[in-house]
């Protein structure tokens, strides 16, 4: 099963304008992670951020993540056509949660 | 390093046929999972193996569906009598550590399963 939702489910926007995307999960996390997939092919990690944390940054991403309202979100600043892709937030449960649970993903298109 | 390889990338089959997958991990990561991708959703977690141990499956993992991981190295996946619901892209992961997962993991490109 899905832990969540992402919002939203698609955005289209121009290069060079920044992309936020937001993700809700229901049950405590040891950790929330940030994917990349483009069409039909595998995932690639983005960023991880650890539930202790409240902002992380990787060269144009930027993810912050709120536990008390169990939500997190990704900035792309400066936005490329090779950002056109699927993006994914993943869960790491509390207890030692040992594997990733992914929500539905927004699809992301960058139009030149 | 050559990363996560899954064989083959695109099976097409028959109802009612067994198929069997492959996925070779990154080669000193102890863990490796498998989840099931359909069109527009986020990946779905199948199983997971720690070494050679299956730790966790699914409710998704019907008896239908059977993976190993023998000596702790590559993991099959195996779907009996496969039914059109089963099409999906099949998707493994590794990654390394003990106790909660604190990394990031690793996934291989998928097989794509049709099921006619």
């Known amino acids: 099963s899905q832990q969540g939702e992402e919002d939203p489910q698609a955005l289209s926007i121009q290069e060079g304008e920044n992309a936020t995307m937001n993700c809700s999960y229901k049950?405590?996390?040891?950790?929330l992670q940030w994917y990349r997939q483009n069409s039909g092919r595998g995932l690639v990690h983005l960023i991880l951020i650890r539930s202790n944390e409240r902002e992380k940054h990787s060269g144009r991403l930027r993810v912050t993540l709120d536990t008390s309202k169990k939500s997190s979100s990704l900035l792309i600043t400066a936005s490329r056509a090779a950002d056109t892709a699927s993006y994914f937030c993943?869960?790491?449960?509390?207890?030692?949660?040992?594997?990733?649970?992914f929500g539905t993903g927004t699809q992301l298109k960058v139009e030149l | 390093d050559t990363g996560v390889s899954q064989d083959p990338r695109h099976k097409i089959t028959k109802r009612g046929q067994n198929v069997t997958f492959r996925c070779d991990p990154i080669?000193?990561?102890?863990?490796l999972y498998w989840y099931r991708q359909t069109l527009g959703q986020g990946p779905e977690f199948l199983t997971y193996?720690?070494?050679?141990?299956?730790?966790?499956k699914s409710r998704l993992l019907s008896d239908r569906f059977s993976a190993e991981r023998p000596k702790g190295s590559f993991s099959t996946l195996e779907i009996q009598r496969t039914e059109q619901g089963d099409s999906a892209m099949y998707l493994c992961a590794s990654s390394l550590g003990w106790g909660g997962l604190n990394t990031e993991a690793f996934f291989g490109q998928g097989t794509r399963l049709t099921v006619v």
């Open positions: 993943a869960t790491v449960g509390t207890g030692g949660g040992n594997k990733l649970t």
């Open positions: 080669s000193e990561h102890n863990r």
């Open positions: 193996f720690q070494n050679e141990a299956q730790l966790e």
């Open positions: 049950t405590s996390i040891n950790n």
